[in-house]
Structure formats: structure tokens, C-alpha cells
């Protein structure tokens, strides 16, 4: 996925293919659920070692399944859940485990580009439990690969009235709200009101949300708000191992000094 300004083409930080969104709700959403399911959690090794003594344990497949997809092994994670589908469901686990696996499945088949069958067990989570946020923050991240931004922008909405204090997703759809290449679609004031959101949640101490905040003040035209917050980001992680964060944030620097917002390509 690439990012454009006039003529110049720039490289999210996370970037790694094409579905390089996914990657990233993955990791998130992921960890989200984890956090839910602290009582129902524990580190790889464990897991792994659960799956391999009892293969027929569904919500250990499930749990294992998270972890590999927050590791970005998204075929081995693909493994976990469908097997975990074809296992009675464990009973009492957090959010509902079949919905749960149907969810994590989607994810993991998008992230692999299986965008089609990938969606279908997203719609199918949602039909099991409506009230399952993170599907919807996965959706809106299958709609942006398929170009279905409008939709995108809905399933994003219903992600957060259900998840309103989790900074990476109001990032990424303060994100995508500032740099689509619809007009349409695209809300410079709503995007802004996110990424604040984001930046209060993080204490300000988070160089990415600083980021997308100013690009969402770029696209509201507001080019020196932009230019504070991408020099208070570049402040948290100058000097530091980051470089590729680095060079990103003065790519953005430059561009918002020379007054060019960020359009999503």
C-alpha cells in the first residue's frame, strides 16, 4: 500500500506487501482480545504445548491462533482457527469462541490476500455476535484493499463506537479519514477529532500518533499544527533505533512545510 502527496510516493512505517493494513489490525486487534481474555491467555510456548497435547481443546487453538496472527504468521494462524471451527466449541471464553474463530480466520485469510473468502467469516462473526468491535475494525481494513472506501469508513465508525479508547484504531481510521483519495469519503474534522483522542489516550508519548494526528491537521489545511506535532514525534524517537520512523516523519515534515497534505493512493 503506498502513500502519495502531489507526485511523491511515501511508505508507511509498517509497510510489508500489500495487505500491510491487516498486519497491523491483527497485531492490534489481537492484543486487544488478549487483554479481554487475560484469564484465558498465556505466552506461546504454553499454548503450542496445549495444541500439541490436546489438538481437540478449540479455545487453546483459538488462543494460539491469536498469538501467531499478532506475529504476523498468518498461514499458521489460518491452520489454528479453521481446525478450531471443526472442534465443538469450549464454553464461557470471552467473546464468544465460534464468532471468535470466524473473526480471526477472516483476518488471517485477509491478510494473505484471501479477501473474498476472508470477509465472507468476518460476516459470519458478525451475524454470530453484532456486537464484536474488532470485526468490524477488520472489515474496514479488507474494504481499504478492495477499494470500498465508503464502506470502509462505516465499518471503521462501528469499530470504535464499540472499541473508543484503543489508540491504534482510532489512529488508523483517523488515518485513512484524512488521506482517502475520495473526497467523499474523506473527513478532515472527523479525522482530527481521532487522532487527539488517540494522542490524549497515549499521553502524547506516542511518535505514531502524533504523526497521524498531523496528518490529519494537514489535511485540514492547519500546515503548522502539523508541522508541532511531527516535530514533537521526531523529539520521542531522534536519536533512536527507528530509522525507517525517522526518515518517514521528515518526509512528512518536509511536506507539510511545503503545504501538501497526504492522499491514500
Known amino acids: 500500500m503506498a502513500w502519495r502527496a502531489g507526485d511523491r510516493r511515501i511508505s508507511r512505517t509498517a509497510t510489508l506487501g500489500a495487505c500491510v493494513a491487516l498486519v497491523i489490525a491483527a497485531a492490534v486487534l489481537g492484543a486487544m482480545t488478549r487483554e479481554r481474555n487475560r484469564d484465558y491467555w498465556s505466552n506461546e510456548t504454553i499454548l503450542a504445548d496445549t495444541v500439541r497435547k490436546s489438538p481437540e481443546n478449540a479455545g487453546a487453538r483459538i ?36 464468532a471468535g474463530a470466524h473473526m480471526y480466520l477472516g483476518s488471517a485469510l485477509c491478510a494473505q490476500n484471501k479477501l473474498d473468502e476472508g470477509i465472507a467469516h468476518l460476516e459470519q462473526a458478525l451475524a454470530l455476535n453484532p456486537r464484536l468491535s474488532e470485526a468490524h475494525g477488520f472489515l474496514a481494513e479488507a474494504r481499504i484493499s478492495q ?66 494526528l498531523a496528518v490529519a491537521y494537514a489535511e485540514q489545511g492547519r500546515f503548522a499544527e502539523a508541522t508541532n506535532a511531527i516535530q514533537r514525534a521526531l523529539a520521542l524517537v531522534q536519536g533512536g533505533p527507528n530509522v525507517r520512523a525517522i526518515a518517514e516523519l521528515q518526509q512528512h515534515l518536509s511536506l507539510f512545510q511545503e503545504g501538501r497534505p497526504l492522499r491514500l493512493r
Not at 504468521?73 to 464454553?91: G, H, K, T
Not at 482510532?170 to 488517540?198: C, I, K
Open 63 to 98: 488462543f494460539y491462533g491469536v498469538e501467531l496472527l499478532g506475529q504476523a504468521r498468518f498461514s499458521e494462524a489460518e491452520a489454528q482457527f479453521r481446525a478450531a471451527l471443526s472442534l465443538p466449541p469450549p464454553q464461557g471464553a470471552g467473546i464468544g469462541p465460534t
Open 147 to 212: 477499494g470500498r472506501l465508503a464502506e470502509a469508513a462505516a465499518s471503521f465508525e462501528r469499530a470504535i463506537a464499540g472499541l473508543p479508547d484503543v489508540p491504534p484504531l482510532l489512529h488508523r481510521a483517523a488515518w485513512f479519514l484524512a488521506t482517502a483519495p475520495d473526497g467523499q469519503v474523506r473527513n478532515g474534522a472527523r479525522a482530527v477529532e481521532l487522532a487527539e483522542r488517540a494522542v490524549r489516550l497515549t499521553g502524547g508519548r506516542d511518535w505514531m500518533m502524533l504523526d497521524g
